[in-house]
């Protein structure tokens, strides 16, 4: 237990190396996670982007080892804080889950058991991994309430999930997760389901927690607005695959692949006029069973050339930290050219 | 709300029946000289005797009150027994699922296809026929066990496939994924977050398979294969007063019957009640 409760300040806590994660179905083998690999450091903050189906909350639980039993196949390596999570069993990873790493799940109606009061649910954790006794458990649950700017903590510790509003049970399911201090925080589109006004509190409450607790998290959404100010850097996914991940400022200054830029076309700006059409991105997310040779991307891709079709890109960089996988990334001439005879027909 | 009305009544009464004095004289023959003017054998309802009596002049309100106390504690005693027993392998199955799911299911499967009649006839006919059962702590009456055993066993296969459905889809839901994801263990996971969530379903299920584990009594003592003399269940009262429908004095039938009659379709309601309410509840989440 010692060597886990050392912390260094700094250093790399997660290294994901080519991990791949394939479900066997009934039609075939779905490669959910096709190859992904990235290191995240202590106390730092990593949005992963993608649009539904591109894989992005599967590798979050297949960092987590959050996997069904039967019918999952994973490789690679995912080392957290030097050890390499994919030898460890189920009860090894008991000890790691909740206390090491936990994680926020989207919907906070359905994540939280309900007939169990909110108290209890946070002292769950408590008492699982540190043994807590029932007053004790009940005095951090209330402190954690208080954490998470839930009003009249006391009051709430004894009612029930269906009781509270939905932000609230998200703050809850917030308290929930970080009751035993976890190094490494899992947000899966926490805010999908909230309102937008509650979403931005939300936001900055996992960023408050996040700074005190010096813990590093992942927030996984499919809102690129959402991660723009509460992240370090970014990974932008695409069927099952990284297409691009850069710090966040770099990001958005220069955005590299078509992807990530036809990502930002359709969201609303304040500064386009009113009534401007957003531009969706045409076609949808790829058959995972079967994914397109070449660039996976290409098929929907407005600059796609012959040579995307046959030829899958390799990562690329030109600035330190910001990798792409695109044979024609956005600025390139050959991007330059395409855009214009583009540009046209995809205004229509 | 009638439904439990009844059910709480007879219950009060089933619980009491041994102290109340009108039930008590639920074996008493009319005795003594002059006995058999005083009292109609096969006589109709009246202020003595509200249900009537029967062919051997026993107050048949007595017996039936009685027989309610019999009929129930079997019943009741055969349905939690098989809630546990099912419930438990049931929630093993839905939970982990691979080898040990296929083995259970089978077993279910041939349970339900064997004959109930065969299974009664062999356990209670065969083995328990007579003599009492020494347990231990108390004696029961052989064939009793053997009653209760038989419903048991046949209640287990489709008490353990409801609950094993309800198991599968609580184990996807994502409170469950969370609790995982929290480092609860697979024993805390089935009972502080699966089981919960079960018990309404159960009860439902419980109430209604009490209903058909009454009728299933009746079907026993009517073969002659349930309790035997001198306790009555309401089964048995009906095939030993059966002659008497053809011989002008049907009340002796018609009063237990009633009696299972309301009795079962207030667990019905009750069951349907329960299920209700827990669709309701599942709604509004």
Same mark, same amino acid.
């Not at chain 1, 990502?263 to 500064?271: A, E, G, K, W």
């Given at each position: 237990?010692?060597?886990?409760?050392?912390?260094?300040?700094?250093?790399?806590?997660?290294?994901?190396?080519?991990?791949?994660?394939?479900?066997?179905?009934?039609?075939?083998?779905?490669?959910?996670?096709?190859?992904?690999?990235?290191?995240?450091?202590?106390?730092?903050?990593?949005?992963?982007?993608?649009?539904?189906?591109?894989?992005?909350?599967?590798?979050?639980?297949?960092?987590?080892?959050?996997?069904?039993?039967?019918?999952?196949?994973?490789?690679?390596?995912?080392?957290?804080?030097?050890?390499?999570?994919?030898?460890?069993?189920?009860?090894?990873?008991?000890?790691?889950?909740?206390?090491?790493?936990?994680?926020?799940?989207?919907?906070?109606?359905?994540?939280?058991?309900?007939?169990?009061?909110?108290?209890?649910?946070?002292?769950?954790?408590?008492?699982?991994?540190?043994?807590?006794?029932?007053?004790?458990?009940?005095?951090?649950?209330?402190?954690?309430?208080?954490?998470?700017?839930?009003?009249?903590?006391?009051?709430?510790?004894?009612?029930?999930?269906?009781?509270?509003?939905?932000?609230?049970?998200?703050?809850?399911?917030?308290?929930?997760?970080?009751?035993?201090?976890?190094?490494?925080?899992?947000?899966?589109?926490?805010?999908?389901?909230?309102?937008?006004?509650?979403?931005?509190?939300?936001?900055?409450?996992?960023?408050?927690?996040?700074?005190?607790?010096?813990?590093?998290?992942?927030?996984?959404?499919?809102?690129?607005?959402?991660?723009?100010?509460?992240?370090?850097?970014?990974?932008?996914?695409?069927?099952?695959?990284?297409?691009?991940?850069?710090?966040?400022?770099?990001?958005?200054?220069?955005?590299?692949?078509?992807?990530?830029?036809?990502?930002?076309?359709?969201? @609303?700006?304040?500064?386009? @006029?009113?009534?401007?059409?957003?531009?969706?991105?045409?076609?949808?997310?790829?058959?995972?069973?079967? @994914?397109?040779?070449?660039?996976?991307?290409? @098929?929907?891709?407005?600059?796609?050339?012959?040579?995307?079709?046959?030829?899958?890109?390799?990562?690329?960089?030109?600035?330190?930290?910001?990798?792409?996988?695109?044979?024609?990334?956005?600025?390139?001439?050959?991007?330059?050219?395409?855009?214009?005879?583009?540009?046209?027909?995809?205004?229509? | 709300?009638?439904?439990?009305?009844?059910?709480?009544?007879?219950?009060?009464?089933? $619980?009491?029946?041994?102290?109340?004095?009108?039930?008590?004289?639920?074996?008493?023959?009319?005795?003594?000289?002059?006995?058999?003017? !005083?009292?109609?054998?096969?006589?109709?309802?009246?202020?003595?005797?509200?249900?009537?009596?029967?062919?051997?002049?026993?107050?048949?309100?007595?017996?039936?009150?009685?027989?309610?106390?019999?009929?129930?504690?079997?019943?009741?005693?055969? $349905?939690?027994?098989?809630?546990?027993?099912?419930?438990?392998?049931?929630? !093993?199955?839905?939970?982990?699922?691979?080898?040990?799911?296929?083995?259970?299911?089978?077993?279910?499967?041939?349970?339900?296809?064997?004959?109930?009649?065969?299974?009664?006839? $062999?356990?209670?006919?065969?083995?328990?026929?007579?003599?009492?059962?020494?347990?231990?702590?108390?004696?029961?009456?052989?064939?009793?066990?053997?009653?209760?055993?038989?419903?048991?066993?046949?209640?287990?296969?489709?008490?353990?496939?409801?609950?094993?459905?309800?198991?599968?889809? !609580?184990?996807?839901?994502?409170?469950?994924?969370?609790?995982?994801?929290?480092?609860?263990?697979?024993?805390?996971?089935?009972?502080?977050? $699966?089981?919960?969530? !079960?018990?309404?379903?159960?009860?439902?299920?419980?109430?209604?398979?009490?209903?058909?584990?009454?009728?299933?009594?009746?079907?026993?003592?009517?073969?002659?294969?349930?309790?035997?003399?001198?306790?009555?269940?309401?089964?048995?009262?009906?095939?030993?007063?059966?002659?008497?429908?053809?011989?002008?004095?049907?009340?002796?039938?018609?009063?237990?019957?009633?009696?299972?009659?309301?009795?079962?379709?207030?667990?019905?309601?009750?069951?349907?009640?329960?299920?209700?309410?827990?669709?309701?509840?599942?709604?509004?989440?």
């Amino acid at each position: 237990m010692s060597e886990m409760d050392t912390r260094p300040d700094e250093g790399t806590l997660l290294d994901v190396r080519n991990l791949k994660t394939h479900f066997a179905t009934a039609r075939g083998v779905v490669r959910a996670v096709d190859g992904v690999s990235f290191t995240l450091e202590r106390g730092a903050a990593l949005g992963i982007v993608g649009e539904s189906g591109s894989g992005k909350t599967v590798l979050a639980r297949s960092i987590m080892g959050l996997l069904p039993p039967r019918g999952v196949h994973r490789e690679g390596e995912v080392f957290f804080a030097g050890t390499d999570l994919r030898r460890l069993d189920a009860k090894q990873m008991r000890r790691y889950w909740g206390k090491q790493m936990s994680m926020i799940f989207q919907d906070p109606m359905t994540s939280l058991n309900p007939l169990m009061t909110i108290g209890n649910q946070i002292a769950e954790p408590l008492r699982v991994h540190l043994g807590s006794d029932k007053a004790e458990a009940r005095a951090v649950a209330l402190r954690l309430l208080t954490d998470v700017g839930i009003p009249e903590p006391e009051k709430r510790l004894d009612q029930y999930p269906h009781e509270l509003s939905g932000g609230m049970r998200q703050r809850a399911m917030i308290a929930i997760a970080l009751a035993c201090g976890p190094t490494l925080l899992f947000a899966d589109e926490p805010t999908t389901a909230l309102d937008v006004t509650v979403q931005a509190q939300i936001l900055e409450l996992i960023a408050t927690q996040r700074r005190d607790r010096n813990m590093s998290v992942i927030l996984v959404t499919h809102d690129l607005g959402v991660v723009a100010g509460h992240t370090d850097s970014i990974i932008v996914m695409y069927a099952g695959q990284i297409v691009e991940s850069a710090p966040t400022r770099s990001l958005f200054r220069s955005m590299r692949h078509p992807y990530t830029e036809a990502l930002m076309r359709s969201i @609303p700006q304040l500064d386009q @006029p009113s009534h401007t059409r957003l531009l969706a991105i045409g076609g949808r997310p790829p058959d995972l069973i079967n @994914p397109p040779e070449g660039c996976r991307f290409a @098929p929907r891709c407005p600059y796609a050339e012959e040579r995307c079709l046959q030829e899958a890109p390799t990562h690329q960089s030109d600035t330190p930290g910001h990798s792409f996988a695109c044979w024609n990334p956005v600025g390139s001439p050959t991007w330059a050219a395409r855009q214009h005879s583009t540009t046209g027909s995809a205004a229509t | 709300m009638l439904a439990v009305v009844w059910l709480g009544g007879l219950t009060f009464l089933a $619980i009491f029946a041994n102290w109340l004095p009108f039930v008590r004289r639920y074996n008493e023959f009319p005795k003594g000289p002059g006995a058999r003017k !005083l009292v109609a054998y096969r006589g109709k309802p009246s202020s003595d005797y509200w249900f009537g009596t029967d062919k051997l002049g026993r107050d048949t309100f007595a017996r039936c009150i009685y027989a309610a106390q019999k009929t129930l504690v079997i019943g009741a005693a055969s $349905i939690v027994a098989a809630l546990v027993i099912g419930g438990l392998l049931g929630m !093993l199955a839905g939970y982990f699922r691979g080898w040990y799911d296929r083995v259970l299911t089978v077993m279910f499967d041939v349970l339900l296809a064997f004959p109930a009649i065969v299974l009664a006839l $062999i356990v209670v006919g065969r083995f328990f026929a007579s003599g009492d059962l020494n347990l231990g702590l108390f004696t029961m009456e052989k064939r009793f066990f053997g009653v209760i055993l038989v419903l048991t066993v046949l209640s287990i296969a489709p008490l353990a496939r409801i609950v094993r459905a309800q198991t599968m889809s !609580l184990a996807q839901r994502e409170y469950v994924l969370a609790a995982r994801g929290l480092g609860a263990g697979n024993l805390r996971v089935l009972v502080r977050e $699966i089981l919960p969530n !079960l018990l309404p379903a159960m009860f439902s299920v419980a109430f209604t398979g009490l209903a058909v584990l009454l009728v299933a009594e009746g079907g026993l003592a009517f073969l002659g294969f349930s309790v035997q003399l001198p306790f009555p269940t309401w089964g048995f009262m009906i095939n030993e007063a059966r002659p008497d429908i053809v011989k002008g004095g049907g009340w002796a039938v018609f009063f237990p019957c009633t009696m299972l009659f309301l009795t079962v379709l207030s667990f019905n309601v009750l069951g349907d009640r329960v299920a209700r309410r827990f669709d309701i509840r599942e709604a509004t989440l």
